[in-house]
């Protein structure tokens, strides 16, 4: 039982962990420039296949550092050539043009890559159990990620809290007239950002590729994951995002070790809820059962009790 | 143009637009329709089935086509969704054709299987023929079964049935946990397991009985840790795909050393995803010869062809040839295209398949008999690989066709009179 309890949670955290690097460039740039914006994922996607190739053809080391650069540029590209000139024209415009290169690369993966599943292995350097309780072992390749995560939001944090950049980059948030005013260039401030967010995206790719898979429905899967994150750490904020993720990790990790269902709850108080009826059928389903649509209850109910999310300043 | 003449010419027109149209008939290739996943998630699978149709038509017709005529695969795009495969069957009617296979996924299987059966009902003249390569929910030929339903796979209670016969004789083996997609075939395949293991071998414990939303788990990692707790000393699972692959990989990471009895682990990417982590440990349950260490003759060199020309997909469903065959098969013996002819010929029709097995088709279910064959993924021995990876799958037991035969449940057939 122990044993259980303690993977549990470090199995919780590390995929909290893991959904919190994928999440972090969302609300960057959602806080940022008001943009949501659903290619996100598929910038994942793109970091996990380039990271796939580059592994392969160079190593690991090189992927890791080359991947989030060039999925970085290529955010700023289409931020330059694409949503800079949707921008004018409303938040629903850009919606739709995020949608579409969604879409775009999904597709584009696809025809590159091909649709069958990519063999993504965990490096040969870190491919070790770091450590073995009882009789579980737990991989080095996870303590890594683990560790990524947290460098990654160290240096968000540092950057926009404690930096001149930051300052700039949280002026331009709320007062994009004044920071122009003073020299800045604002727009080039929001293609840095957006770049820099899709560049986490990417190293997230490259990271989570060989754990998550690496398949033609990888953004399709994490998208939704990703946005019940923001909501619930409220848009835009960072530590939001952080608690959020390490949140919803650890609750459905340890819903899946629970077999307990309602109807069995209700049954040790005395309750019963006749055999055969359709309030039996519900009363039967184990909270393992819906350990993964969790997260989107917890969605629902925070959106109902605290429409900003957990740290957010604006109504989402 | 006086009155005689008027009618004349009518009639020489009408004549020469039917002789046409015979005409036009008699070259026009057979046209089978193929409605199955080609874009999202699961396109890989269903392109490589629509692969696999095209290549076993081929086939076909190099050898001189049925009644002459060639065979056409026509593919529609379902995007594995109910919804959508009724949309396409509907096209497919629309587009005059009489054939339809399809097979992955059960739940779109029941939505075709209705749908055919109700079209059939209320369009006695214009009939269409059901053939179900791949979907094995047992229902769909036990209370759910009809005469226009033919399936050409084993389903999960051959399936499992032989799975327990391999499990009854490993003693080792005492604590068992079955885990599964929340869906009809994941149910099918846990009530299969716990029923058949309790008459085969009641001292087996099951030590869980999980199932989890299908293509919905990032991380298997918390299924594997109460794996791992439970003590088991064997997994079963019925998952496919993406689920497939994260949960082997999962296993390996958390060290979890218990064999996996599986209906669905390779190809397609799986067992190149697998690789290392499941030699000698992933095991799959199938209805043809896995092809290693020593491939019967026609299989060899079916593959061999097939690799030519897709070097990198599998010949992953032998049922497709099978399949297409006893259905060009039924069509030779009946003489006409015509549906309520060739479902009939189809009726108890035998046939060798790829692997040297004689099968046939079951008059009373419409439930292909055949062997069933367990096998481990592995890569030694290996000579037609999976993925081009370099591991494959290698046989371990043969269950024979007499062995592997499930009673007909359930099964009232209203045959048309």
């Excluded at chain 1, 650890?250 to 009826?277: E, P, R």
């Excluded at chain 2, 990032?218 to 109460?226: A, C, G, R």
Aim: net charge positive; hydrophobic share 50%; aromatic share 8%.
């Amino acid at each position: 039982m122990l044993e259980l309890v303690v993977f549990s949670l470090l199995n919780g955290l590390v995929f909290g962990l893991l959904l919190f690097m994928l999440s972090s460039g969302l609300t960057l740039i959602f806080g940022m420039m008001g943009v949501l914006n659903f290619a996100h994922a598929g910038f994942y996607m793109l970091g996990a296949y380039l990271g796939f190739s580059v592994t392969q053809q160079v190593g690991f080391g090189t992927a890791l550092v080359v991947v989030p650069v060039v999925v970085g540029l290529l955010g700023a590209l289409v931020e330059r050539q694409g949503l800079r000139r949707v921008h004018r024209f409303g938040h629903v415009a850009e919606l739709i043009f995020t949608f579409g290169v969604a879409v775009l690369i999904t597709e584009i993966v696809q025809f590159a890559w091909g649709r069958p599943a990519k063999r993504v292995e965990i490096p040969a350097f870190l491919d070790f159990p770091l450590f073995r309780l009882f009789n579980a072992s737990f991989p080095a390749y996870k303590a890594f990620m683990l560790a990524v995560s947290v460098a990654m939001f160290v240096f968000l944090f540092v950057i926009l809290t404690r930096t001149r950049a930051g300052l700039i980059i949280q002026a331009s948030l709320t007062h994009p007239g004044m920071v122009a005013m003073l020299g800045h260039n604002v727009p080039r401030v929001f293609m840095i950002v957006f770049g820099i967010g899709c560049a986490l995206a990417g190293l997230a790719g490259v990271i989570a590729g060989p754990v998550l898979g690496t398949f033609p429905g990888m953004a399709q899967v994490l998208g939704s994951i990703v946005f019940v994150v923001i909501v619930i750490g409220g848009l835009g904020s960072l530590g939001g995002a952080l608690l959020a993720s390490i949140l919803i990790g650890i609750v459905q990790t340890i819903a899946v070790a629970l077999d307990v269902s309602i109807g069995g709850a209700l049954a040790s108080m005395g309750i019963g809820l006749g055999a055969g009826g359709l309030l039996h059928e519900l009363g039967s389903v184990t909270v393992a059962q819906i350990a993964p649509i969790l997260p989107y209850v917890m969605l629902v109910v925070i959106l109902i009790v605290r429409p900003t999310g957990l740290f957010g300043t604006r109504e989402t | 143009m006086s009155k005689t003449t008027r009618v004349f010419s009518g009639v020489l027109v009408l004549g020469v637009v039917a002789w046409l149209a015979s005409g036009a008939v008699s070259q026009e290739p057979i046209r089978i329709a193929y409605i199955d996943p080609l874009s999202g998630p699961f396109a890989a699978t269903g392109e490589n089935g629509l692969n696999q149709f095209r290549y076993a038509a081929a086939q076909i017709n190099r050898a001189g086509g049925v009644l002459g005529r060639q065979l056409e695969i026509a593919p529609y795009d379902n995007k594995v969704s109910p919804q959508e495969s009724l949309i396409q069957l509907k096209k497919v009617t629309g587009d005059g054709i009489q054939y339809v296979f399809q097979g992955n996924s059960s739940g779109v299987a029941h939505a075709i299987s209705d749908a055919v059966l109700k079209h059939n009902q209320r369009n006695p003249g214009n009939r269409i023929l059901y053939l179900n390569y791949s979907a094995v929910d047992p229902a769909l030929t036990n209370d759910k079964c009809h005469y226009w339903h033919f399936r050409f796979d084993a389903h999960a209670d051959m399936k499992m049935a032989a799975l327990t016969d391999v499990i009854k004789a490993n003693t080792r083996i005492k604590k068992i946990y079955i885990i599964g997609q929340d869906y009809s075939f994941g149910k099918a395949v846990a009530e299969a397991a716990v029923s058949m293991l309790k008459q085969k071998r009641p001292d087996i414990q099951i030590v869980g009985n999980e199932l989890h939303p299908i293509g919905k788990v990032l991380d298997f990692s918390p299924y594997v840790q109460k794996i791992l707790a439970s003590g088991a000393d064997a997994v079963i699972t019925g998952n496919w795909g993406a689920d497939m692959v994260n949960l082997a990989k999962a296993a390996n990471d958390g060290g979890l050393k218990a064999p996996f009895y599986t209906y669905y682990a390779a190809s397609d990417g799986v067992t190149a995803a697998i690789g290392a982590a499941g030699i000698d440990r992933i095991r799959l349950v199938h209805e043809t010869h896995p092809g290693n260490p020593t491939p019967p003759k026609a299989l060899s060199e079916y593959i061999t062809g097939y690799r030519k020309l897709h070097p990198k997909n599998d010949v992953n469903q032998p049922r497709i040839h099978t399949g297409l065959s006893m259905l060009a098969l039924a069509i030779k013996k009946a003489g006409v295209t015509d549906v309520d002819k060739v479902a009939s010929a189809l009726e108890g029709l035998e046939f060798t398949n790829l692997g040297g097995d004689q099968v046939v088709m079951r008059r009373e279910d419409h439930q292909l008999q055949m062997p069933i064959y367990i096998s481990v993924h592995t890569n030694k021995g290996i000579v037609h690989d999976l993925d081009a990876s370099g591991f494959g799958l290698s046989l371990e037991h043969k269950i024979e066709r007499d062995k592997a035969v499930q009673p007909v449940v359930g099964c009232k057939m209203e045959r048309p009179s």
